[in-house]
């Protein structure tokens, strides 16, 4: 059995457009239904948060806890041996809260690659396949209120900065621009959504 771990945020977290922190049930967020897809021959397994950056610090009360490089060892640690590793991460940091701009929030999506690369989960010497997706585009923000005011054009430029680091760390990168966000949301797939990203990545494995 290979096992795929997806470390994300809201997106693969599933959390259901226009809500506050309401969830899709798993057999609806894409990292079910790509376990369904993929069959008993792969294991998902599911390492997402709401809010997680890559490593930034969110200071809003109630998001402690959101720096993913800061807990990716801990995590690698428990869900060792991984045969791939599924990175979606990096739009929580063009929210308005920070002020990275994207070539910043790709080199720190960078150094959590070579961390990955470069750590021996207890111990042991590991060679998993990292595969970087890349991220929503975010459009229509009004439901959100001023939390990602100009982060389209930063979503958008992101999507060429990852595809670039991919390249230059030999790591796959997973082309989900057909993926688009609710319209009522701005941010964050629908059901329709959740249904295409497993598509699509479910065919970019079974082709490895």
């Avoid at 990955?116 to 890349?134: A, C, D, G, M, Y």
Wanted: charged share 25%.
């Amino acid at each position: 059995m290979k096992r795929i771990l997806v470390y994300g945020d809201s997106i693969p977290w599933g959390l259901i457009p226009a809500t506050k922190f309401e969830r899709y049930d798993y057999d609806m967020r894409w990292p079910g239904i790509l376990q369904s897809k993929l069959g008993k021959d792969y294991q998902i397994i599911e390492e997402c948060l709401c809010a997680r950056t890559i490593d930034s610090d969110d200071i809003r009360p109630g998001f402690e806890g959101r720096n993913g490089t800061t807990y990716l060892p801990t995590c690698l640690d428990t869900h060792y041996p991984l045969d791939i590793i599924l990175l979606s991460l990096g739009l929580n940091e063009v929210k308005s809260i920070y002020d990275w701009t994207p070539l910043q929030v790709a080199e720190k999506m960078g150094r959590m690659i070579e961390l990955i690369q470069n750590r021996k989960p207890n111990f042991h010497n590991s060679n998993s396949r990292i595969i970087l997706l890349s991220q929503p585009t975010v459009s229509n923000t009004g439901f959100w209120g001023d939390l990602w005011v100009g982060s389209s054009e930063k979503s958008q430029a992101l999507y060429k900065e990852y595809e670039e680091l991919a390249k230059k760390t030999g790591i796959d990168f997973v082309d989900l621009s057909e993926v688009k966000p609710d319209e009522k949301d701005g941010v964050h797939i629908n059901d329709a959504g959740h249904a295409l990203t497993a598509e699509i990545v479910a065919k970019f494995i079974k082709q490895l």
